[in-house]
């Protein structure tokens, strides 16, 4: 979550190139003139409408996700709580570790480190991105060929004593998905292509609104309010935002080329927008669905008012940056927006009350059963069979079974 607070604020890019004119050795500025790329419309247009374009699909497909991420059995599927505790210290935290990269950039050298990060992320955004791709690969993974399942565990300890460090469960449709983006891995780390990069920040955003969930709405507002005054700051008070943001060579942003149209996918002079802009209000507005799907009225009213309105302050953003020609903190316009629509729309339609009162840990996914007794289970397997049929009883539904193969490890 940190990596996703340390993008930028959508910044234009006029103000990138200010910040990369270079200076010559004796210390006078060398203004390089005919350096300075001046975007035309057409290609401005296309750059910053397919940003808005990439950030709308984590959101939207991210909160789908995230209704029935829930119901996961499997313990690296389960959604991340976020409490108002958690909302409190999140932007202090991001802070530091924004200012803290900062300083890293200034005293060391910035190749050394990106190469480190470098490293990581690929680790990292090939797990992402094959999460990621799963859905989509249970849907088009040929039914002819054989779907083995497979576990990987890890125990410490023997007999009694023994303890679970890990235990994955996976098929050959995970392996799959693990063999292509292990190649878009090496495909980032050879190259830093762009569209790479977008891949694996779309799995990073996307991962990020399915997996890490608001517990209500009043959470939702102090975690949105504390970062809006966050973007704010790093954005207008110091240079420690954008200064970060040319330096980090990671999947942490989104990029689209402004020159796409005179040079190909050899574009260089990008225009981007931080994986935190599309994080923190998307998953506000995953919140929103979920609390639609709890009203069990077959609307999606506030997830769709939301939904709009993130669209409109990512609309907005771009036109003050055009406008004042001034890199501008997109949670300054998204924050106003996200909240406010959906607040109004509860206004009208009297239901305000129950929004903010709403307890996302709290609810029942259509489908799921629910027990207000649990049988007691003795340890000989013939009660077990005995109590898991009294559960089938309750629910009105079969147990799930699953067969584990032995693994030695």
């Known amino acids: 979550m940190s990596e996703a607070e ?14 990369l004119n270079a200076t010559e050795s004796n210390g006078t500025e060398a203004l390089n003139a005919t350096a300075k790329f001046v975007a035309t419309p057409e290609g401005t247009a296309l750059a910053y409408g397919s940003l808005v374009f990439m950030a709308l699909l984590p959101i939207f497909f991210g909160a789908l996700r995230s209704v029935s991420c829930s119901k996961s059995k499997n313990s690296a599927d389960m959604p991340e709580t976020i409490t108002s ?164 060579e990671a999947p942490i942003k989104l990029v689209f080329p402004q020159d796409l149209l005179e040079k190909g996918l050899e574009a260089s002079n990008f225009a981007m927008l931080g994986l935190g802009d599309i994080v923190i209000p998307g998953i506000f507005i995953a919140l929103l669905l979920r609390f639609d799907v709890s009203l069990k009225k077959n609307s999606r009213t506030y ?62 996914l259509p489908g799921s059963p629910r027990l207000t007794s649990f049988p007691t289970v003795s340890g000989s397997p013939a009660s077990l069979a005995s109590s898991m049929d009294t559960v089938s009883a309750a629910t009105g539904s079969s147990p799930r079974r699953r067969r584990l193969q032995p693994t030695s490890m």
């Not at 340390?6 to 910040?19: R, T």
């Not at 996976?170 to 190649?183: E, G, M, Q």
């Open 6 to 19: 340390q993008g930028p604020a959508l910044a234009p890019e006029a103000a990138v190139l200010d910040a």
């Open 85 to 248: 505790r958690d909302a409190a210290r999140f932007p202090i935290i991001a802070s530091c570790t924004l200012f803290g990269l900062y300083l890293f950039f200034k005293v060391f050298s910035q190749e050394y480190i990106n190469l480190l990060l470098s490293v990581y992320f690929f680790v990292l955004g090939i797990l992402a991105l094959s999460h990621t791709m799963s859905p989509l690969m249970c849907r088009v993974f040929p039914s002819s060929l054989p779907n083995k399942q497979y576990q990987l565990l890890f125990t410490q300890g023997s007999g009694d004593s023994k303890e679970e460090i890990v235990n994955y469960e996976f098929d050959t449709k995970n392996l799959v998905c693990l063999l292509i983006s292990s190649v878009v891995g090496v495909w980032y780390l050879l190259k830093k292509h762009w569209i790479a990069n977008n891949l694996f920040g779309l799995a990073f955003a996307l991962n990020g609104v399915e997996l890490l969930h608001l517990n209500n709405v009043s959470t939702g507002c102090i975690l949105l309010g504390g970062l809006f005054v966050y973007d704010v700051f790093w954005v207008f008070g110091t240079n420690v935002m954008v200064t970060v943001a040319k330096s980090f």
């Open 303 to 364: 997830f769709y008012s939301s939904f709009l309105a993130y669209i409109f302050g990512l609309g907005l953003t771009i036109f003050v940056m055009h406008t004042f020609k001034h890199a501008q903190p997109a949670l300054l316009y998204l924050v106003p927006a996200c909240v406010g629509f959906p607040v109004i729309v509860a206004l009208f339609k009297g239901e305000l009350t129950e929004m903010f009162s709403y307890e996302s840990s709290e609810e029942v």
